[in-house]
Nanobody, 128 residues
Framework: QVQPAESGGGLVQPGGSLRLSCAVS????????IGWFRQAPGKEREAVSC???????????SYADSVKGRFTISRDVTKKTVYLQMNNLQPEDTAVYYC??????????????????WGQGTQVTVSS
């Protein structure tokens, strides 16, 4: 069964950092795109970042403009885990962060509708 699971959320002050983890089970990272999305109360779900490794594209990474230069996505194939390092967090980054996955032959997308398997989410709160 394909199942991603997030961890690492919490409360952090503005300017602080957190690292989220997305551990996957039921499949390897090869041939799958992993996406991070977030949803704040009263707002639509928005993309954060994605990463993929497939037979046709060995490595593909994309970021939403709102997090470029602050967030870094990476993966550990042996641990079957994708990480989202979040630096210089701001109150507007407060949201539930979701990890999602879908098979891919190419790169990954920042369109949440393209992902069929979702984790339960982890809360990130940025507040002083």
């Amino acid at each position: 069964q394909v199942q991603p699971a997030e961890s690492g959320g919490g409360l952090v002050q503005p300017g602080g950092s957190l690292r989220l983890s997305c551990a996957v089970s039921g499949f390897s990272l090869e041939g799958y795109a992993i996406g991070w999305f977030r949803q704040a109360p009263g707002k639509e779900r928005e993309a954060v970042s994605c990463i993929s490794k497939s037979a046709r594209i060995t490595s593909y990474i994309s970021y939403a403009d709102s997090v470029k230069g602050r967030f870094t996505i990476s993966r550990d194939v042996t641990k079957k885990t994708v990480y989202l390092q979040m630096n210089n967090l701001q109150p507007e980054d407060t949201a539930v962060y979701y990890c999602a996955t879908t098979p891919t032959l190419y790169g990954c997308t920042l369109t949440w509708g393209d992902y069929g398997y979702w984790g339960q989410g982890t809360q990130v709160t940025v507040s002083s």
